[in-house]
């Protein structure tokens, strides 16, 4: 592991929407690259030794109290740096430039014209479109910097001191709305950093089972698997380092779509013949929410449930030293930012909490991975595509897709209702190829409807589908109307208790994918 992140990127934070992009977006070159908090320490910055710094674009203005500030020891240490947004105007302070308030702010699209030659943008077609956000602007230049680009309302769009290596955007390219951004990203990390691609799966894999062997020695590991990418991965890599070592405990809460358990069951015990104890804790759950309608509490009610479960399970097995965990890098980086200054918007639950008398040594070897990579490291262990492009789902599971009281006989209904939907997704080729997440959510709402010649006044299902290359944000997927019309046909045809199918079309922002 040492050798792939040695010489790759730090992206250093400073409170951007798009901080975790900008570091999906190198990983996808080929180049491993991390994200620090903008006060990290400087050895834990460099201890990979990275080639260069991407400093993230933030809220803050550069010239007001308290606004975070640049370390000196990325400037002393004669490195590439890459400054976007608040991390160009960040730059360009330090070195003595001035940044004031913009009179005329910048949101959305523009259009960039280069001034001069400059590697950062070889290869690029001029002038291009960018994705501006900003509301301060340059007006005096740092010594040594240049004009590399402009836009109509920018004249300093992009910086450069070409000799030190020092750069900076006004706008994001780490964005979609930035088409050629991957190719700019691409030539500060390898023309200007001198990066070599060296992060793939197969790399990782072998790098990560020595990991795996050199931590764990001789002992067990005790895994929480789900059935989700995450876990699963996890899984397959912790057992292919020590074999039936790796004990798996799977369970049910009564939650889980459709035949997921037994799916689950047949892939990891029978397939892999990894060593799972599967434990059925439906009713324990249903019994804790019953009466529950408020999604957070739901949401803490399950994962104490869980932990409760768990536990009694690991109390059973004695010895046991270390814990697997399906931790990827999106969540070490949420929950930093959620201990500084990020605001809950859902909690989530993870195998954390455990009694005082189950201390555990954590093995986490996804936890420098993000969602794609772990898919591609699990193609590359042999995962059947069913779990390994296994489409997102909650902890909590169906309780949060089920809104309002929690019944045996609701989370039936839209077991079966969201397998009819998920099933023509499939069989018309979009499950996949068209849609990041979908699913079906059965709304506490009762109309009237006619079904035959009766009155009816049942239950209401809303479909859910979105398109996204992140999850950070999100569109709502435009699925033929002829198969939306098929998909609602057979749904009150065929479920009881529903007489009534809507279609959500509300993007991310401003909603979040899932409803609770």
Aim: include cysteine; charge should be negative; aromatic fraction near 8%.
């Amino acid at each position: 592991m040492d050798d792939i992140k040695r010489g790759g990127i730090a992206v250093i934070d400073y409170g951007s929407q798009t901080t975790q992009l900008i570091a999906r977006r190198i990983r996808e070159l080929g180049v491993y690259t991390h994200v620090f908090a903008h006060d990290a320490r400087p050895e834990e910055v460099d201890r990979h030794q990275p080639a260069g710094y991407i400093l993230s674009g933030g809220p803050n203005s550069v010239y007001e109290p308290g606004a975070p500030t640049l370390s000196p020891f990325m400037l002393e240490s004669g490195k590439p740096i890459l400054g976007i947004c608040y991390g160009m105007q960040l730059l360009t302070a330090a070195l003595g430039g001035t940044v004031a308030a913009s009179a005329s702010r910048e949101y959305g699209p523009a259009q960039i014209q280069q001034q001069g030659e400059s590697r950062l943008f070889a290869d690029l077609a001029m002038p291009q479109q960018i994705w501006m956000s900003h509301g301060d602007r340059i007006e005096e230049l740092p010594a040594g910097f240049q004009t590399l680009a402009h836009t109509a309302n920018s004249p300093y769009a992009a910086i450069g001191d070409v000799a030190r290596h020092r750069y900076g955007l006004q706008f994001h390219p780490e964005v979609g709305h930035t088409p050629q951004g991957r190719q700019m990203l691409g030539n500060f990390v390898f023309e200007i950093c001198g990066c070599q691609a060296k992060w793939s799966a197969a790399a990782f894999i072998d790098d990560a089972v020595a990991r795996i062997q050199a931590q764990v020695g001789y002992e067990r590991v005790l895994l929480a698997l789900s059935g989700g990418v995450d876990s699963a991965v996890a899984g397959a890599l912790i057992q292919r380092a020590i074999g039936e070592r790796l004990i798996c405990v799977f369970v049910d809460h009564g939650m889980l779509r459709q035949d997921e358990a037994a799916q689950v069951l047949r892939v990891f015990r029978e397939e892999r013949s990894m060593r799972l104890i599967a434990v059925n804790a439906a009713e324990e759950f249903l019994d804790a929410l019953a009466g529950i309608t408020e999604p957070e509490t739901k949401r803490k009610i399950i994962g104490a449930q869980f932990i409760e479960t768990f536990s009694r399970e690991a109390r059973k097995l004695r010895d046991l030293r270390f814990l697997g965990q399906g931790t990827i890098y999106p969540d070490v980086i949420e929950s930093a930012a959620a201990g500084k200054s990020a605001r809950t918007i859902k909690s989530h639950h993870n195998v954390g909490g455990l009694p005082d008398d189950l201390s555990f040594e954590l093995v986490e070897p996804l936890r420098d991975c993000f969602k794609d990579e772990v898919r591609k490291i699990g193609e590359a262990l042999g995962l059947p595509a069913s779990i390994v492009w296994r489409q997102p789902f909650p902890g909590p599971g169906l309780a949060i897709r089920c809104l309002g009281e929690l019944s045996w006989p609701r989370l039936e209904k839209l077991r079966r209702a969201d397998a009819i939907f998920t099933g023509e997704l499939a069989e018309a080729g979009l499950l996949r190829a068209e849609t990041a997440q979908c699913f079906a959510v059965l709304l506490p709402v009762k109309s009237v409807g006619v079904m035959g010649d009766n009155r009816s006044y049942e239950e209401t299902l809303a479909l859910r589908a979105v398109t996204t290359d992140d999850f950070m944000t999100a569109d709502w997927a435009r699925l033929p109307h002829d198969l939306l019309a098929k998909v609602s046909a057979r749904i009150v045809n065929e479920v009881a208790g529903i007489n009534r199918v809507v279609y959500d079309i509300t993007s991310k922002p401003p909603g979040t994918i899932e409803w609770e």
